[in-house]
């Protein structure tokens, strides 16, 4: 079954993938799963997302419904239809 | 909020400060403007956001400026080191910097520090300050700055740009989460490609946000953070929380 999950993208992401727009995922669905079809939309955008393993990358900053979202297994933190993720890549320059 | 109170002298302002200052004593009121006057800020970096930072507190009558950075002028960062011109390359940055904030404003006093900021010399960058501001381009040193005004209780502005984008947050020790809270994974290093402007609003929020909170004026950015889209304009605030797992300063954390 496809759920429906409202993404809201920050900074340069907004740039990649848009501002704020739907995804459609298998259910049950992941900040993995759902992150790897926001991905879907830029092919170059994706590789500030995701990393050679499939993986999200650590350093970016998601929040499922305005929570942040931490630690080893956020990957396969499970998202629901209807929830909002947020994410933004932090910067390093000065 | 954090007051500089008690740590400097409380002589009444001179006329020529008056002057200087006329056009923000409406603002900040005669006891802001000493608690500025008496106050000590370190600025760490003197790049694309310290220039800016260290520029605005000087102007401002910041008492007392430590700006710490190891790096001489290069050409190639003249697109947005506002306080460094072409005769400037080679000359260490901080010379550069404490030279032309020494110019803007004689009535205070700037201190330069020509070192990367490690562990053998944190104590001395940091010591007698106030507020430390990161206007640093790594991680590391980024941490190790977060790591001491924990275990010191001192105030730390956090910032970081890169090409149109910044990101600012205030981070008040025993208080607000940590930069490790924060930023618990670093993103990929390097050297971004960066516009002066970005660094220049980036950095001028960051000396507001520095003013704020010596003053206690105003909302800082704390347990936020501060999201600066050049390219739409905007300014998103994305809610942070303490880590409590947090290395740095989790209750189930330990000081690394």
New interface residues.
């Given amino acids: 079954m496809l759920i429906t999950v409202h993404i809201r993208a920050?900074?340069?992401f907004?740039?990649s993938f848009g501002?704020r727009f739907d995804v459609e995922v298998e259910s049950p669905a992941t900040v993995r799963s759902v992150m790897l079809e926001v991905g879907k939309r830029n092919g170059q955008g994706v590789r500030d997302l995701i990393d050679d393993g499939g993986n999200v990358k650590?350093?970016v900053?998601i929040?499922v419904n305005?929570e942040?979202v931490?630690?080893e297994a956020r990957d396969e933190h499970p998202v629901h239809g209807g929830d909002e993720v947020?994410l933004?890549?932090?910067?390093?320059?000065? | 909020m954090f007051r500089a109170e008690g740590k400097g002298d409380y002589r009444m302002l001179s006329g020529r400060e008056r002057e200087r200052y006329a056009r923000q004593l409406p603002i900040l009121g005669e006891e802001g403007q000493e608690t500025l006057r008496s106050s000590s800020v370190c600025v760490a970096g003197a790049g694309g956001l310290g220039c800016p930072v260290a520029l605005y507190l000087a102007a401002a009558g910041v008492g007392h400026i430590r700006i710490v950075d190891p790096d001489r002028v290069d050409r190639s960062n003249l697109n947005r080191q506002v306080l460094h011109a072409e005769p400037d390359i080679s000359r260490f940055k901080v010379e550069s910097a404490a030279e032309k904030l020494q110019r803007l404003n004689p009535d205070i006093t700037i201190e330069s520090m020509p070192v990367a900021i490690d562990d053998g010399n944190i104590d001395r960058v940091t010591g007698g300050m106030h507020l430390l501001l990161d206007a640093l381009d790594s991680y590391p040193a980024r941490y190790l700055l977060n790591r001491v005004a924990y275990q010191k209780n001192i105030p730390l502005i956090h910032a970081a740009v890169s090409g149109f984008h910044g990101q600012l947050t205030t981070i008040i020790p025993r208080e607000t989460p940590c930069l490790r809270c924060i930023i618990p994974h670093p993103p990929e290093g390097g050297s971004p490609p960066v516009l002066g402007a970005t660094a220049g609003i980036v950095g001028t929020l960051e000396a507001l946000e520095a003013l704020k909170v010596l003053t206690g004026m105003g909302d800082v950015a704390k347990n936020i953070l501060l999201v600066w889209d050049g390219r739409s304009g905007r300014l998103d605030q994305i809610p942070v929380g303490k880590d409590p797992g947090c290395p740095v300063c989790g209750i189930r954390g330990r000081i690394c």
Wanted: avoid cysteine.
């Fill in positions: 920050f900074a340069r907004r740039e501002d650590k350093s900053i929040m305005r942040r931490t630690g947020a933004y890549p932090p910067v390093a320059g000065g």
